[in-house]
């Protein structure tokens, strides 16, 4: 192997996402995307854009789109940095806020991403183990060196942070970025965006990979004080102005704009998330309460990594960790009410083999 390939492998550590098997009759409940279609008029919008002016450049501030989110969060297009998808927007968020001199801090059992990302970069970094119940313990994030990050709810437990503790957070670190990932909170409690005005040190990230259903696009932005996001600004224009194609740009906005559809689609997968809560449990899991589009479940006798290899040769596809102390935990997205039958049918098949 050449010595240039050993540089960079000690210094990354690269994030494995889940598989993306594209294969028919799968039951693909293993990397939280919406089992539902986006918006139709998102779709009309990327059409249309298509047969318009794809051979001219997207905008490189996106106004539009940043007004429209601003909108929605009842914010100004200054607090607002959108990019490709919020695994680039956390990834810019890392070379702006964290510094290769001061250690961060973030969960121990988190999004697998932040650890990469400290390790590409050369942040230091320290792993705030869980409560025993899964919990954040907010007072070990206090007074951090380089600053916080942490998913809320957390990724893979999908455990939600009320807001009063997300605030003590803020608050104990004073001098320092606390970055708030919000991938999943459409489907939680109320969102830390609502706090911009009131600190500057906060960010919030947000995507439409997931109560949007609009994964295959790649869109993620961040929310903040001016001062952060004309930061951010300065990182993705130092890479390419133009991160975002222009079908992503039409396509995000038109979802936005249709909240029936977004309303709909959000309160039909927390409906369902609350059957396969009550489902699992009288099949013997432990399930995490959860407030994400994927649900966090332990099963009482059966290994979690013999369940997910029973339940992928029977064409479900869930996620598995083989990493302490989740390794007895299954992530399992939560898909439409007919996906969710197909899989509790798979599951008592492969259950009624051992017990
Ligand atoms: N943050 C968390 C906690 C996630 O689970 C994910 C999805 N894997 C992301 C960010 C990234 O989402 P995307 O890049 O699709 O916006």
Do not use: C
Not at 109 to 124: M, N, Q
Not at 293 to 321: D, G, I, Q, T
Request: glycine share 4%; charged share 25%; proline share 5%.
């Amino acid at each position: 192997m050449s010595k240039y390939w050993s540089k960079m492998a000690k210094r990354t550590d690269p994030y494995v996402p889940g598989e993306q098997i594209d294969q028919k009759g799968i039951i693909k409940l293993n990397t939280n995307e919406n089992p539902y279609p986006p918006s139709p008029h998102a779709v009309d919008a990327i059409r249309l854009e298509m047969d318009r002016k794809l051979q001219q450049y997207p905008s490189p501030t996106m106004d539009s789109l940043r007004d429209t989110i601003a909108g929605y969060h009842q914010l100004r297009k200054e607090n607002v940095f959108v990019g490709n998808g919020s695994d680039e927007v956390l990834g810019f968020s890392f070379m702006a806020f964290f510094d290769q001199d001061k250690r961060i801090r973030f969960p121990a059992v988190t999004y697998s991403f932040y650890p990469a990302y400290a390790k590409l970069f050369g942040i230091p970094y320290e792993e705030i183990p869980l409560a025993r119940d899964f919990s954040l313990p907010i007072e070990a994030f206090f007074q951090s060196d380089g600053g916080v990050i942490f998913p809320n709810p957390n990724a893979p437990t999908s455990v939600y942070l009320e807001l009063e503790y997300v605030i003590e957070v803020i608050e104990n670190n004073p001098d320092q970025v606390v970055i708030i990932d919000e991938a999943y909170i459409d489907f939680a409690g109320a969102s830390a965006a609502t706090l911009i005005d009131a600190y500057d040190n906060l960010l919030v990230v947000q995507t439409m990979s997931k109560s949007r259903s609009l994964a295959g696009m790649r869109i993620g932005f961040a929310l903040g004080n001016s001062d952060l996001i004309k930061g951010l600004t300065r990182v993705k224009n130092s890479f390419n102005s133009y991160t975002m194609d222009r079908l992503a740009i039409a396509g995000a906005e038109a979802a936005i704009n249709d909240h029936t559809y977004f309303l709909q689609t959000t309160k039909k997968i927390i409906q369902t998330r609350e059957q396969v809560i009550s489902r699992l449990k009288e099949n013997g899991f432990t399930v995490l309460p959860s407030q994400a589009n994927f649900v966090f479940a332990s099963h009482y006798k059966l290994k979690a990594n013999w369940l997910y290899e029973r339940l992928k040769e029977n064409h479900v596809l869930v996620r598995y960790f083989d990493k302490n102390p989740i390794k007895n935990y299954l992530r399992i997205t939560i898909g439409t009410d007919e996906d969710m039958d197909t899989f509790f049918k798979r599951l008592n098949t492969v259950i009624a083999e051992q017990t």
